[in-house]
């Protein structure tokens, strides 16, 4: 049994509101698949830890704990790992899915959002919709539509971060100071995504990023901040813990092509990798039954 899950390109806006810690995901166009079978013999040891764990707790919950040791599972995914595209939750939203309807069982995304918590802070990536999500806590709060011509720069920095070892004590002071920029960031994201007024979207992320730039400061970040206009584009957005920037524009008015030339010219001092892909909805599928 196999299914697939969306990564992102960071978040659209992340920070706080109301006292909570909230993000909206960039969820786009590439996955992580994912495949679980029984096998005798499953080797305790994988690179992919956090996706065993969900699945044994999964089996535990389940009363299978007699597959415990026996499921299996496969890999396939072009989503960086380390650098912010929310390859650790697609790989445990696909592998609890998968492993749900290999038992012909239903899982629901909040029971996924429950597992995949007990693992590590995580994306809102495996919901359909775009969500403000609390993703301490697992708590949907609004769900919003996808913005269906958003086209995606992205920009990959060398380095990698793991999650489990973000200070979000740094994060939650800074978006503290910063409370007024959030507030508004979240509510232009909101008018924007439910208007699909791309210039809105744009504007909130720029908004978003620009308070994460005040403790994680990036050159390359000034560079598009500084360009992204002259190049047509809508705004900046970032993976806010994590390795990558995300130039936004209107694929109605630009080809992808043409805006990865932009941005790949923009940056030819700087030592990074540059893709380009699309917004699309969240949500698990389901790709073999």
Request: hydrophobic letters at 45%; one cysteine or more.
């Amino acid at each position: 049994m196999r299914a697939l899950c969306p990564g992102s390109v960071g978040e659209l806006v992340q920070g706080l509101r109301e006292g909570r810690e909230i993000l909206v995901s960039l969820t786009v166009s590439c996955f992580s698949e994912v495949a679980v079978f029984v096998e005798e013999g499953v080797p305790e040891e994988t690179p992919f830890w956090k996706t065993r764990k969900a699945l044994e707790m999964a089996l535990r919950e389940w009363g299978r704990e007699d597959l415990i040791g026996r499921i299996g599972f496969s890999r396939r995914s072009r989503l960086p790992v380390g650098k912010g595209f929310a390859s650790s939750t697609a790989d445990i939203a696909a592998g609890l899915v998968a492993l749900a309807k290999f038992l012909g069982r239903k899982i629901s995304e909040e029971e996924i959002a429950r597992l995949a918590l007990r693992v590590e802070p995580s994306d809102g990536t495996f919901f359909s919709p775009f969500s403000l999500f609390d993703h301490l806590r697992g708590e949907v709060l609004v769900r919003l539509p996808f913005p269906r011509y958003l086209g995606v720069v992205v920009v990959e920095l060398p380095g990698k971060v793991e999650t489990v070892e973000v200070d979000r004590e740094r994060l939650r002071r800074n978006w503290e100071r910063f409370r007024q920029e959030m507030e508004e960031a979240f509510a232009l994201l909101e008018r924007g995504l439910e208007e699909q007024d791309l210039h809105l979207v744009g504007r909130a992320a720029t908004t978003s990023s620009l308070v994460m730039e005040a403790i994680e400061p990036e050159e390359v970040f000034a560079v598009l901040r500084a360009h992204f206009r002259e190049m047509g584009a809508l705004g900046v957005n970032r993976a806010h813990t994590g390795r990558a920037f995300g130039v936004l524009f209107d694929r109605r008015v630009y080809p992808e092509a043409v805006m990865g030339e932009r941005v790949k010219e923009c940056l030819r001092k700087y030592p990074v990798t540059v893709w380009t892909t699309r917004a699309v909805a969240g949500g698990v599928r389901v790709v073999q039954s």
